[in-house]
């Protein structure tokens, strides 16, 4: 007898629980986001209507990902996919054509104008690079927004007054923190607005706010500096008195702990580049990293 209540009420709370879970699921768009820090833009925007799968997560690095089964499942069961562009993800072509994904795809960047340099590859051939890393730019992440915004209307008309207010609400906040970020490095004097990175992920941040960066690695990951490339910088280094070497999230920190201890520059802290840190880190959303990133550059150079 009690355990055939006890079978009742459990099955009245599988069918209680399928109905609440059931019907905000169903309702919800279905997204997936290429990188963690699009992944926010995107929830920011589509707040309680959309739910986001992010690929690349936490403290990953997306220039060399390798997508999994379940990435292309997940993919396969969305409506709306979001990439950065501007080559930052090469490994998504493959990926949209095998899992079968038939949804609407946003490139988040659209709009920006592109950064793009001459590298010099192995055996002094030259090649002109664009560089991904527009999203380190609040101005474009402004772009980011609006094109985050539209895309989400278009694959979901009802919710168009949600993704506006939202989207306004956001826009808003990003222009604080833009004025904040530039009021910060304003106090810093001008001739120790510089830093090293491993890989060459600010261009778009200092261009924007006034900050020399050197990077050993170029704008991607996937190639390691050369044995003259780093002798090069310690020079520089030396020459230019670049007070600060910074660590980053997705990268190895030997080589910048080899420059650093050859050079004398003191090593600033860890930037967060190319992804969030977890929910308990002092990154976990856009403009946190923002936020968190100043704060290490302003400490390492202001004195
Ligand atoms: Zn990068």
Redesign the pocket.
Known sequence: MKSRIVASLGAALIVLLGLAGGANAADKVKAVASFSILGDIVKQVGGDRVEVITLVGPDGDA?VYEPTPADAKNLAASQILFTNGLGFEGWMDRLEKSSGFKGKVVVASTGVKPRTMVEEEEGGKAETITD??AWQSLANGKLYVANIRDGLIAVDPDGKSVYEANAAKYLDEIAKEEDAVKAAIATLPKDRRKIITS?D?FGYFGAAYGLEIIAPEG???ESEASAKDVATIIRQVRQEKIPAVFMEN?TDHRLLDQIASETGAKIGGELY??ALSPPDGPAPTYLDMFRHNVGALTTALSS
């Open positions: 220039h991904p890393h890989h992920a704008v991607s990951t997705i580049t190319d």
